[in-house]
Each structure stands twice: as structure tokens, then as C-alpha cells.
Nanobody
Framework: QVQLVESGGGLVQTGGSLRLSCAAS????????MSWYRQAPGKQREPVAT???????NYADSVQGRFAISRDNAKNIVYLQMNSLKPDDTAVYYC???????????????WGQGTQVTVSS
């Protein structure tokens, strides 16, 4: 079993900051790419930021320069530091990880349950 558990969401005013965390636990042999996605009401889930196992980040244009993704490989945690938040950032934020459970099993996608981020104007 593998679990991804997010934390850190909440309500913040425009211009404020939040830090999301996502911890992976369970039977884990290796974690490849870790990512954050978000889904606003009535919209499709979209990628926000991705970080490779080597620490190379990639960002959606809409958050470039405001958000920062990082990871702690020893603890299997990925973070998303969100600064200069806007009402358009309001969404449920989901953690995603590509995880190999055992040496001989394939890499599979795992998702967290989501954490709500609400930015008030």
C-alpha cells in the first residue's frame, strides 16, 4: 500500500502565502517525478508544478515566479511554496507521484486526496 497525504491548505487573502506538503508512505522502493495539480470548480485538473528525482522543477506559466516546488527525498515529501496568491489560484490542490513499490514492479501513478486552497479578494 502507498499513501500520499497532503496538508497545508486553507484560506488566505490576495497576496498572501501558503505552503503545501505531501508525504508519501507505505511500501516504496523508489519515487520518480513528484507533482502538484489543481482543480478549480467547473474546470479540469491542471498541472501546477513538477520536480524530478534529481530536483529539476518545472512550472505552469500561470504560477511561474510565484510558486516554488521542492522535495525531501530522505523523507519522501514534496512541498509547494505559494506566494503572491491570487483568487484565480483557488482550487483543490492534489499531490501526484510516480512510485515504484518494489524493485520488480512497474512505476505507477499515485494521488493524494487533495487539499483546499481558497484565496479571498
Amino acid at each position: 500500500q502507498v499513501q500520499l497525504v497532503e496538508s497545508g491548505g486553507g484560506l488566505v487573502q490576495t497576496g498572501g502565502s501558503l505552503r503545501l506538503s505531501c508525504a508519501a508512505s507505505g511500501s516504496i522502493f523508489r519515487i520518480n517525478t513528484m507533482s502538484w495539480y489543481r482543480q478549480a470548480p467547473g474546470k479540469q485538473r491542471e498541472p501546477v508544478a513538477t520536480i524530478t528525482s534529481g530536483g529539476t522543477p518545472n512550472y505552469a506559466d500561470s504560477v511561474q515566479g510565484r510558486f516554488a516546488i521542492s522535495r525531501d527525498n530522505a523523507k519522501n515529501i514534496v512541498y509547494l511554496q505559494m506566494n503572491s496568491l491570487k483568487p484565480d489560484d483557488t482550487a483543490v490542490y492534489y499531490c501526484n507521484a510516480q512510485i515504484k513499490r518494489l524493485a520488480f514492479t512497474p512505476m505507477s501513478d499515485y494521488w493524494g486526496q487533495g487539499t483546499q486552497v481558497t484565496v479571498s479578494s
